[in-house]
């Protein structure tokens, strides 16, 4: 009997079926075993296929009804009753699904997985991935890798590699509501907590967190339940601080804060209000006259413009030589005064807030940046994200380069978050601002970016490009899709995955950071339990830290 | 086959080809069922497939009822009848070897003449349906071929410890023989639903 006639009752449990045709490029057919309903069957879900010589894993992605003649099925009498149907299928009609094979292992004993390079011999036996499979594939928590949640129908938890996570700019998408700023936050506590056990400094990394909705600070709200979670401040205090821009929000809601943070008008450049085009309608040639006048003004400018007054004889003519259109200056001014309602801003503040910043950052604390109410006006967001990273970047660069190669004296590493990150690397701006570039120069000045955001489809494609490993929820439309998936192999195949993820609580993720993509169920968060996960570990492993020097 | 304690004797082949052979029942009118398996001389085993009642000489009988009311009395009233009568039966060469050469596919030789008949008990008939191969000989020999094969599955599937276990897998090998007629293969089916 060849195997492919085995009788079922002498195959295993795990069993899904037999490969019958594919190819790489394409993805295998495998026919299901006629005990195996397609109805069992989910797209998402892991498998194994075992080869000749050679063990496969993939992921099914696509479920499909066939027959072994494409017309029977249409010829038959209404009426099969139960026992026909039952011998039918799996012979005449037939479950089919498509698996892509991601990685192969070798039959030898201490072999690893590596990516795919050919597909498994026909009649290779399809299977149900096991709990050690996974293991394998993604590793087990350890210093190095930190779990992020299970794949579908399993207990077994994926695992994320730490140093590959941090040597990339990575992003999480997902429409509202689907999960982005909880999983954020599972990733933002795993970076600290994973930082916090290296002895390495060099593979130490500390975030700035431009927190828009006051989510990661002291506590973020949860929909329904008890309506609240711990956020990173209560899990790790000694190394996060919380600094925010609205210190009545911060009491009101009664969050512990480190410092405030004001901006002064002397503070804002011309690069900072040009990053604002869009969200306060500036013409370019009203960017072009902000920098115009902040040449003849110097760190004056904001004020003295905004004292300017056109209706007087000697300013016009002030402002006619400058070759500032009078349609220029009052979309300047216009722009300008808006930022006037913003109260953190001042004409003048003794505090450097980029400074208290980057002492904090250098001393190895993580910083969250509340916006307290200012979070729901974009303008405010954009402004203050974009400048203080401006100049922090500004800072990493010079101290990067003064450190010459010299590992030491390097600047530990920085993950900046930002949500809406549209709003930053849209097209327009991408090559402008300084999250363009933190984006594309990847870890040149140990900077990098998490971007938390629900429309991709408005982020520059070279940046996108430049992300290394994507977290996505489901997706509102097309586009976003086409954009989180672009350049990728098996888009096609991913993006049916992509296209059937539960609206919450479950992610796509793949590049740098996985060697294979992989659906999960996002690790839950806000449980006691949850929280357990990030305190107890160090401080267990720091107990035995203890005792093994004593 | 095991010939410690040999099943009573049914037949003798009087004609035999490859493909299949036809005996004559020692008892008249007591042929093996349609669709049992029989086994003979080499061994073959074969699925009874026809049988009929017929005179010796060739002519058509001539009826003449004389009195008695049931078919045993007439029979016992006029012994020189079962002399003039023979009931013959014919079969379908599934399979031959002993059991552990057992080949579901024709044999090199035909049954030979004159070779003894038995029916086979249920253990072999259970040992001999484990591969179901021989449904492809089966189907494509007699003209009433799917009958016989119906037949043939509901007895054996009798022999079996699940009988519908047994039919499911008789049924998927079918629908694996029978890929584009499905009118044909539903037949079957209605056939040997348990
Ligand atoms: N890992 C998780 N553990 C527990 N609950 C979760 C998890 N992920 C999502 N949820 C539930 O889903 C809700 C929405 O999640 P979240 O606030 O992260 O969505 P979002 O994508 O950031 O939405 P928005 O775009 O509106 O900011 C949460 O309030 C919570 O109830
Ligand atoms: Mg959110």
Redesign the interface.
């Given at each position: 009997m060849n195997d492919h006639d085995k009788p079922e009752s002498q195959t295993t449990p795990d069993r899904l079926g037999l490969v019958v045709s594919g190819s790489l490029a394409g993805g295998l057919d495998v026919r299901l075993d006629s005990s195996r309903s397609v109805e069992e069957m989910a797209v998402g879900r892991y498998v194994t296929v075992q080869g000749h010589r050679s063990r496969f894993f993939g992921i099914i992605t696509d479920v499909e009804l066939r027959a072994a003649n494409r017309d029977i099925p249409w010829s038959l009498p209404e009426a099969t009753d139960d026992f026909a149907r039952e011998v039918m299928a799996g012979t005449t009609t037939f479950g089919s699904l498509r698996v892509v094979p991601y990685l192969q292992v070798r039959a030898t004993a201490d072999a690893q997985p590596e990516p795919a390079k050919t597909v498994p011999v026909h009649f290779a036996e399809v299977r149900d991935a096991s709990q050690e499979d996974v293991e394998r594939i993604f590793g087990q928590e350890d210093e190095s890798h930190f779990i992020i949640g299970s794949p579908l129908d399993m207990e077994v938890k994926v695992c994320l590699n730490y140093q590959r996570f941090a040597e990339r700019s990575n992003g999480v998408f997902g429409k509202s509501g689907t999960g982005k700023t909880f999983l954020a936050r599972i990733v933002l506590a795993s970076l600290i907590q994973k930082s916090n056990a290296q002895r390495e400094a060099d593979k130490r990394v500390v975030n700035l967190v431009f927190d828009m909705h006051n989510e990661y600070g002291w506590k973020g709200t949860r929909e329904g339940g008890s309506g609240e979670v711990k956020a990173l401040k209560q899990l790790f205090s000694a190394s996060v601080a919380v600094f925010t821009l609205d210190t009545e929000s911060s009491r009101r809601r009664q969050v512990a804060t480190d410092a405030v943070v004001e901006i002064g008008y002397d503070e804002v450049e011309p690069e900072d209000i040009e990053v604002l085009r869009e969200t306060v309608n500036l013409t370019d040639l009203a960017v072009e006259a902000g920098y115009t006048l902040e040449r003849r003004f110097g760190r004056q400018w904001i004020e003295k413009t905004l004292a300017l007054d056109p209706s007087d004889e000697e300013e016009r003519e002030f402002l006619q030589r400058e070759s500032i259109h009078d349609s220029s200056f009052r979309n300047l001014r216009r722009g300008l005064r808006r930022l006037e309602r913003l109260e953190f801003l001042r004409p003048h503040t003794e505090q450097n807030s980029v400074q208290t910043i980057l002492n904090y950052l250098q001393s190895g604390k993580n910083v969250v940046l509340e916006f307290g109410r200012h979070g729901d006006n974009i303008t405010a967001y954009v402004l203050v994200a974009n400048l203080l990273t401006r100049r922090i970047h500004d800072r990493y660069r010079q101290q990067k380069e003064a450190a010459m190669g010299d590992r030491a004296q390097e600047p530990i590493h920085l993950v900046i978050t930002i949500e809406e990150a549209h709003k930053f690397l849209n097209p327009q701006l991408a090559g402008q601002t300084i999250f363009g570039q933190i984006a594309r120069e990847m870890r040149k000045y140990n900077v990098t970016l998490l971007v938390v955001d629900q429309r991709p489809s408005g982020i520059d494609t070279e940046v996108m490009s430049q992300i290394g490993t994507k977290i996505t929820c489901l997706l509102d439309s097309e586009n976003d899709v086409d954009r989180v998936l672009e350049g990728v192999a098996e888009k096609r195949e991913l993006k049916s995955v992509l296209a059937r993820l539960e609206s919450r609580q479950q992610a796509l993720i793949f590049g740098h950071a996985v060697p294979m993509p992989v659906v999960v169920r996002t690790e839950e968060y806000g449980s006691e339990e949850s929280y357990g996960r990030f305190v107890e570990r160090p401080f267990r492993e720091r107990l035995e830290e203890i005792y093994s020097e004593g | 086959m095991n010939s410690k304690e040999s099943p009573e004797i049914i037949g003798q082949v009087v004609a035999a080809d490859i493909a299949s052979f036809t005996a004559q029942s020692i008892e008249l009118h007591r042929a093996p069922p349609l669709g049992s398996l029989v086994q003979t001389d080499g061994p073959i085993y074969a699925v009874v497939c026809d049988a009929r009642t017929e005179s010796v000489e060739g002519r058509r009988p001539v009826a003449h009822l004389s009195g008695e009311t049931d078919l045993q009395s007439f029979l016992d009233a006029n012994p020189h009848l079962r002399h003039l009568l023979r009931t013959t039966f014919d079969a379908v060469v599934v399979g031959h070897g002993e059991s552990a050469t057992l080949r579901h596919y024709l044999p090199p030789h035909p049954a030979p003449i004159f070779a003894p008949l038995r029916l086979c008990p249920q253990e072999e008939v259970a040992r001999f349906s484990e591969?179901l191969d021989f449904l492809k000989l089966l189907l494509s020999a007699a003209d009433n071929s799917d009958e016989v094969a119906a037949a043939c599955l509901r007895l054996a599937s009798a022999a079996h410890p699940d009988p519908r276990?047994f039919?499911?897998?008789a049924?998927?090998e079918?629908?694996?023989l029978l890929?584009?007629e499905?009118?044909r293969?539903?037949a079957i089916?209605?056939r040997i639903?348990?």
């Open positions: - | 591969s276990a039919l499911l897998t049924g998927k079918l629908a694996r890929p584009n499905p009118q293969l539903t089916l209605r639903r348990p």
